[in-house]
């Protein structure tokens, strides 16, 4: 047996060359042309270089240097696509490479060119609640993340509160999906659209007495939010009743359900008592005891829902310092306004004539007698009368600012003190509820605030009998 000899091409042809007799023109022939296609080979070799095409899904998009050149590139585009997620980029596309010689002139395809021709994916998860597709997320740790956070913002336990099954009332669902990088939400834009919630526009036609405060107060918004829905309007725009304005009703995505027990100190408010004293001259008061607050340890167990709290019950309750009550001295009454009716002193159901938090109560506070109750809340928002009336007083009133007196009859009046404006003038009836004036901090007063009083027969009382 013969070694098995590995030869050229161009050496087989000359074996079999040398076979045939020297002299045939047709060997000639052949000779010349062999020779001929080897020097255009030549030529062939030096002005052409090896390269790749490039073919995504059977069209070819391009050349490049070598498959290994071809390969890098994808993986590069892959995964800078991928980077802002933390993940590499997918694709499903056929990409092959097909070896070739080309003028060695070319131009390599381009990373940029490549990538149009691409179909990239990620592989994300899609984030459903109560059945709405919310969001993508790059991962499942992106979701827990979130949860998290989102829970945290109405979830806050410590030694004094206790929290325990924490829950969603919505249906969290969460599924794999392929995307394409831009339909990838980043866990900050996710979690902004969670706290802002689903913000739902519908008309509100304007009822008999509204104001934009009552508006607000009946769709629980705050009167900032139903200005801010109504472009170009102010608390001094007029709307009158079959108006139709904007309501924005914001609906949160995700409801974060737990229970807990909570201890907490609260303020026991002293009560005051008012005697008559002869020996004092009419329209002076002196405290003959100073009233003072108490404190008791109250523990409840509740239920709640994101920040609203939907059942509470009192576990235990401790006062822990017994409030004292104030009495007060007063000298023989006196009637302060000469249209002010007298009566039975009888109080109609009262309602409260601001939202604002309870900022001071009736009595001595600080060294003076504070004759009635402060509501803070920012300037500008409106109070209402606490009950149907006359107004018998609408403008400045030293101390107490711009002020308003209502009579109810009865012996029955309510004051509206430190007011940035008045809505309403002496002799005009009001219906309880009726927005009457802004709140404000005009005459003495140290911040923004309703001052309410209870008038009876000439002498303030003490708001809290009749309003909260
Ligand atoms: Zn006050």
């Known amino acids: 047996m ?7 091409e161009s050496k087989i042809w000359l074996q079999s060359l040398n076979k045939l007799p020297w002299k045939s023109p047709k060997v000639i022939g052949g000779a010349l042309t062999a020779l001929l296609v080897l020097g255009g080979g030549g030529f062939y070799l030096s002005s052409t270089a090896s390269a790749a095409y490039v073919v995504v899904n059977g069209e070819t998009v391009g050349v490049v240097e070598n498959v290994k050149t071809g390969e890098e590139l994808v993986e590069q585009i892959l995964a800078e696509e991928g980077a802002a997620f933390g993940e590499t980029a997918k694709t499903h596309d056929q990409i092959e490479y097909n070896p070739a010689r080309i003028n060695n002139q070319f131009t390599a395809l381009s990373k940029a060119d490549l990538k149009e021709k691409l179909s990239l994916y990620i592989e994300a998860v899609q984030v459903n609640i109560a059945g709405n597709s919310l969001f993508n997320l790059a991962d499942q740790k992106d979701v827990d993340e979130l949860i998290k956070t989102y829970q945290g913002i109405y979830v806050h336990e410590d030694e004094k509160n206790v929290v325990e099954n924490v829950s969603f009332d919505e249906e969290i669902e969460i599924k794999d999906v392929e995307v394409l990088p831009e339909q990838i939400t980043t866990a900050e834009a996710a979690f902004a659209k969670l706290e802002e919630g689903n913000i739902q526009k519908e008309e509100y036609v304007v009822e008999e007495n509204d104001s ?13 939010e139903v200005l801010a829905a109504n472009p170009g309007t102010t608390l001094d725009t007029v709307i009158k009743p079959g108006e139709k304005i904007m309501i924005e ?6 409801t974060v359900v737990f229970e807990g027990t909570k201890t907490d100190t609260e303020t026991i408010p002293f009560d005051v008592v008012t005697k008559v004293d002869a020996k004092l001259a009419s329209g002076t ?4 005891k100073a009233g003072a607050d108490g404190e008791k340890v109250v523990t409840y167990s509740y239920v709640q829902k994101n920040d609203k709290v939907v059942s509470k019950a009192i576990v235990d309750e401790k006062v822990t310092k017994e409030a004292v009550s104030q009495v007060v001295a007063k000298g023989p009454k006196r009637v302060q306004v000469a249209s002010a009716s007298r009566g039975s002193g009888s109080v109609p159901g009262l309602v409260r004539p601001y939202g604002g938090s309870t900022s001071s109560y009736y009595g001595y506070r600080g060294g003076e007698f504070h004759t009635g109750i402060d509501y803070a809340g920012p300037a500008g928002e409106s109070y209402v009368a606490a009950a149907a009336g006359t107004v018998i007083s609408a403008g400045w009133q030293g101390n107490y600012g711009n002020c308003i007196v209502l009579d109810h009859g009865n012996g029955v009046q309510t004051r ?3 007011s940035s404006k008045l809505l309403v003038s002496v002799g005009q009836s009001v219906s309880q509820g009726e927005t009457i004036g802004l ?24 708001p809290r009998d009749y309003v909260r």
């Open 439 to 462: 709140v404000g901090s005009t005459g003495r007063s140290t911040g923004s605030h309703l001052h309410f009083e209870v008038i009876v027969n000439g002498d303030t009382v003490n």
């Open 212 to 224: 934009w405060w009552l508006i607000a107060r009946k769709n629980n918004l705050k009167t900032v």
């Open 416 to 418: 509206y003190a430190h």
């Open 2 to 8: 013969q070694p098995v000899k590995i030869i050229t």
């Open 249 to 254: 009703k914001i609906t949160p995505y995700l």
């Open 285 to 288: 008061s002196k405290v003959t």
